[in-house]
């Protein structure tokens, strides 16, 4: 097993303009961990997953992933964006949707590779258990489906490094449970760490090992049990807030009394 970090950041800062995101983050990531990346509309998560795709650059700071800087280590991420209906005339099978995954980083795939690249789809498809509607449409399928062959695409690679954008946002309730079993699955079984971007901590609240919750250029990095507490959250959001343990979930109770759903109390 690697004890090498999947992810580092040191000294990481992301500015546009005079607004900065974040400064300061450290961060290691390690292989298998879980960090759930939390904060307002705008606090800079999605600015994050770019970064670590390399498709955008550290004002200053460094970044690594998988050991190497973000635009080198493709190979070694998945990514999981959020649930977006596909055009139902999309004229692509689940399989194709996935096969994608794996030719992005190949080309020329010669005989030997086209053997590869089907093996590799067959495996990513099972992992995932989409085989029953892998030759459909992807169009036709429903946004549960459709959100699990874009995780079979993620994972499809092999990746060190699962980088997702609120991949269960408009999923029901056991669409939400079975996504994020999958990459909970994933990362137990293959040692592969996870950042996960949500606005709700609740559905993955077991899984998550470290929270990195941003708000308004601060940051907080620790397990849940330290970062949701009402004086952290109340010192972040600089603000008076009450975080309440319910049935084993948290929520938020803002300054102005009303129970928010998670991370909206910003908005309010
Ligand atoms: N290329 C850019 N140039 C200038 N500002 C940008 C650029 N990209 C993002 N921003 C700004 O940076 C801030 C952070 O955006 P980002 O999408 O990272 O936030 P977020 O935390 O993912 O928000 P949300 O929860 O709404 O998705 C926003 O105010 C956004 O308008």
Known sequence: MSTTPAVTLSGARLAYGDRVLWDGLDLDVAPGEFVAVLGPNGSGKTSLMRVLLGLRALSSGAVTVAGAAPGRANRRIGYIPQQRALDPALALRGRDLVGLGWDGHRWGLGLTGIRERRRRVDTALAEVGAEAFA????????????????????????????????PLLSLDLAHQRAVSDLIDTRRRTADTAVLFVTHEINPVLPLVDRVLYLVDGRFRIGPPDEVMTSETLSELYRTEVDVLRV???VHIVGGHG????DFHLAEH
Not at 135 to 161: C, F, H, I, K, T
Request: proline share 5%.
């Open 135 to 166: 030759n459909r449409p992807v169009g036709m399928l429903s946004g549960g489906e459709q959100q699990r062959l874009r995780v079979a695409q993620a994972l499809v690679g092999d990746p060190a490094v699962l980088l997702c954008d609120e």
């Open 247 to 249: 049935r084993g979930q």
């Open 258 to 261: 009303a129970v928010c759903e």
